[in-house]
C-alpha cells in the first residue's frame, strides 16, 4: 500500500498521559499536515511541513502539542498532559508540489480517547 | 432525485436516483474548492475539485457547480449506489495557502 499510514489507529489513555501519533506519508510527497476531526465535525488544520520545515501552526496547536519532521519524511505529533479536550481523530494528509493542484490524500487517522 | 436547496447535515436518497449536496463557503478569497468522501473509519477521500474561475466540472458520475456570487458550491452524484454511503465534506483553499478549510459534512444513506 503506497498511501499514507498513520500509526497508532486507536489510543487510549489517561488524562495527563503524554501520547505520541506517527505519519508516514506517500514516499514522494514533501508537504505533510496534521488535522483534528472531533465527532460530527470536518477536519480542523493544525500544522503543515514542506519537507523538515514546520511552516505553520494553527491556533488550535496549543503549547501541549508539538509535532516534528526531522528528515522530511515521517512525521510525528505530541500531546503533553492530555486533556479530555483533546479526545478527537487526529488526521494525516501528505501533497505533492508537482501534483498540481496540490491534491491532499489523507491517511486514516488515529483516533484519540482521553479518559 | 433528491436535492437540497440548503445544506442539511443529512440526505437520504433511493438507489439510483441523483443527489445533490450542498456547501457554503465563507471566504471569497478561497480560489480552489474540494470534494471529500468520509467513509467511516477511514480518512476522507477526494472525490473533485474546482478552481474559481470555472463554474462547473465533472467527473465520473459526479459533477460540482460552483456559484461564485452566493458563495455556493454543490456537489451532484448521479445514480448513486449504496457505495456512496458515506460523509461528504467541502473544503476550501486560498491562493497563499495550502490548507484546507472544512465545511459541516452532509451524511448521505442511500436506500436500497
Known amino acids: 500500500d503506497t498511501g499514507v499510514s498513520q500509526d497508532p489507529r486507536h489510543k487510549i489513555t489517561k488524562r495527563g498521559q503524554n501520547v505520541t501519533f506517527r505519519c508516514d506519508p506517500i514516499?514522494?510527497?514533501?508537504?505533510l499536515y496534521w488535522y483534528r476531526q472531533t465527532l460530527g465535525q470536518g477536519p480542523e488544520f493544525l500544522t503543515y511541513?514542506?519537507?523538515?520545515?514546520?511552516?505553520?501552526k494553527s491556533r488550535l496547536l496549543s503549547d501541549r502539542f508539538s509535532a516534528e519532521r526531522p528528515k522530511g519524511s515521517f512525521s510525528t505529533l505530541e500531546i503533553q498532559r492530555t486533556e479530555q479536550g483533546d479526545s478527537a481523530m487526529y488526521l494525516c494528509?501528505?501533497?505533492?508540489?508537482?501534483?498540481?493542484?496540490?491534491?491532499?490524500?489523507f491517511g486514516p487517522g488515529t483516533r484519540l480517547t482521553v479518559t | 432525485g433528491e436535492s437540497v436547496g440548503l445544506h442539511l447535515p443529512t440526505l437520504s436518497v433511493q438507489e439510483g436516483d441523483n443527489s445533490i449536496i450542498n456547501c457554503a463557503y465563507s471566504?471569497?478569497?478561497?480560489?480552489?474548492f474540494i470534494w471529500y468522501k468520509q467513509e467511516s473509519g477511514k480518512g476522507p477521500q477526494f472525490i473533485i475539485d474546482?478552481?474559481?474561475?470555472?463554474d462547473k466540472r465533472q467527473g465520473q458520475r459526479v459533477t460540482v457547480l460552483l456559484n461564485k456570487t452566493v458563495k455556493h458550491l454543490s456537489l451532484q452524484i448521479a445514480a448513486t449506489q449504496p457505495g456512496d454511503s458515506a460523509v461528504y465534506f467541502c473544503?476550501?483553499?486560498?491562493?497563499?495557502?495550502?490548507?484546507?478549510?472544512f465545511g459541516a459534512g452532509t451524511t448521505v444513506t442511500v436506500r436500497a
Open positions: 494528509a501528505s501533497s505533492s508540489p508537482d501534483q498540481a493542484p496540490y491534491e491532499q490524500y
Open positions: 514516499s514522494e510527497h514533501n508537504r
Open positions: 511541513f514542506q519537507n523538515e520545515a514546520q511552516l505553520e
Open positions: 471566504n471569497s478569497a478561497s480560489d480552489y
Open positions: 474546482i478552481r474559481s474561475n470555472m
Open positions: 473544503a476550501e483553499r486560498g491562493s497563499n495557502d495550502y490548507k484546507l478549510s
